[in-house]
């Protein structure tokens, strides 16, 4: 461009020392060269003018884009450099947070964890303040079989058993007719006040009151021996009568003897009108040995099998003077706040209708694959509690004081099943 400018400022020079050629006018063919000349220098310097322009114009696109083009690249290499930039600040940002949000997910764990530890240890934690305290320990005794647990209700943990007849040492009383607070392994503990009696001669009452039914049950028995003896005898008599022979001829004597002879296992005691038994396995062995009352009873069942079938059938049967004679547990004990329930609902139905019901404990057990005697114990310590309008039979404290018989750790011999039944028996008289 300054090339261009020079150009046309030598044409100016050309133009105004031609006009002062024009004006001296010194002589035709001088003056006439002259301005030949200057215009073909004139003309040469506009051709000048004009191809350096060109060339200038030529140029100065290519430049223009060249810097558009470092100017796009510049651009975008920042833009670039500046989505990297961005891209690693939101990873980052993303990995924070996901960290954060690790860190509080492992935080409220460990806050719930720590939450649910400390109401496990409130819930077994007990307020002793609730506990009245002996001036002195008390010697008491266990009437049955009950759990020792670390509170005064069932929802705490066992931590051992006491049996009939166990001496404890009591030094208090949890509420005003609660628990008892004792002396256990060297620890303190709680045991239910239903299961214990407070005196040496209450305990020797008690005692001589399952004693006495003890003794009723075997005159039950020896009673249904002699009937079926003297049966026997009847039907061994020919059916012509014979006289009399001499007591001195013990040949005639020897079936007389034959049948006084005491049979191999106890005779069941004679029914009781009315009864209808509903129960398991243990009433189908009895109702196989006895073959008397009324029985709905199967192998194997419980509480669902109760709902479903037994109640349907005992209810239409079930009037004015029926003995229901409930005998289940065995193969479910976590129900036996299910069947108080429902028993104690039925019972009050029957009762409406002259009828009274009664509940059998669970019997003792050994190793077996379905049941342990812990589970039979807790089932009968919780049962008599539950219980309202039913009488409880405590069949499991007789047999453990006077001997039983099992042949699979969880069913019995005859003699035991005969014997049961006779219990039962004695007592609903």
């Known amino acids: 461009m300054k090339r261009v400018l020079a150009t046309l400022m030598l044409t100016s020079t050309v133009f105004v020392m031609t006009a002062c050629g024009d004006v001296s006018s010194t002589g035709t063919t001088e003056n006439a060269a002259v301005t030949e000349g200057a215009a073909e220098t004139q003309e040469s310097a506009v051709a000048d003018a004009k ?25 975008k290499a920042a833009a670039t450099a500046e989505s990297t930039e961005a891209t690693k600040d939101a990873d980052t940002s993303k990995a924070e947070d996901k960290t954060a949000a690790s860190d509080g997910k492992t935080d409220t764990a460990a ?26 320990a008390q010697t008491m005794y266990v009437k049955s079989t009950v759990n020792v647990r670390k509170g005064p209700t069932t929802e705490y943990d066992i931590v051992g058993s006491a049996k009939a007849g166990d001496e404890l040492k009591v030094l208090g009383q949890y509420g005003k007719a609660g628990w008892y607070y004792i002396e256990y392994k060297k620890d303190k503990a709680f045991v239910s006040n239903k299961f214990v009696i407070k005196t040496k001669e209450e305990y020797d009452a008690y005692l001589a009151q399952l004693a006495a039914q003890e003794q009723q049950a075997q005159e039950a028995a020896a009673q249904a021996a002699a009937q079926q003896a003297a049966g026997q005898q009847a039907s061994a008599q020919p059916a012509t009568s014979q006289p009399a022979q001499p007591a001195a001829q013990p040949q005639q004597q020897a079936p007389a ?28 062995q009895m109702k196989a040995l006895v ?12 509480y669902e099998w109760l709902v479903s079938t037994a109640l349907e059938r005992a209810d239409r049967i079930i009037g004015k ?26 019972a009050a139905e029957w009762a409406a209708r002259g009828a009274k019901t009664y509940y059998v404990s669970v019997n003792p057990v050994s190793e077996n694959p379905y049941r342990t005697e812990e589970e ?8 008599p509690g539950l219980l309202s309008g039913v009488t409880w039979i405590d069949t499991h404290t007789t047999l453990v004081n006077n001997g039983y018989q099992l042949v699979d750790g969880l069913h ?8 049961i039944y006779n219990m039962i028996i004695s007592l609903l008289n």
């Open 51 to 75: 191809e350096i322009t060109a060339s200038e114009a030529d140029k100065a696109p290519d430049g223009a884009a060249a810097q558009a083009d470092d100017k796009k690249a510049d651009d």
């Open 111 to 136: 806050d719930k964890s720590e939450d649910k530890k400390d109401a496990t240890e409130d819930d077994n934690e007990v307020d002793l303040s609730e506990v009245a305290m002996y001036d002195e």
């Open 257 to 284: 003897q034959q049948a006084a002879a005491p049979a191999a296992q106890p005779a069941p005691a004679p029914a009781i009108a009315g009864t209808l038994f509903i129960g398991d396995s243990r009433c189908v």
């Open 291 to 302: 073959g008397q009352s009324s029985w709905i009873c199967e192998n194997s069942k419980g």
């Open 321 to 346: 003077g029926t003995k229901v004679v409930v005998c289940l547990g065995v193969n479910d004990t976590e129900n036996v706040e299910k069947y108080a329930t429902l028993i104690n609902q039925k």
């Open 376 to 383: 039979v114990e807790y089932f009968n310590s919780r049962m």
């Open 412 to 419: 019995y011999n005859d003699s035991t099943n005969i014997n």
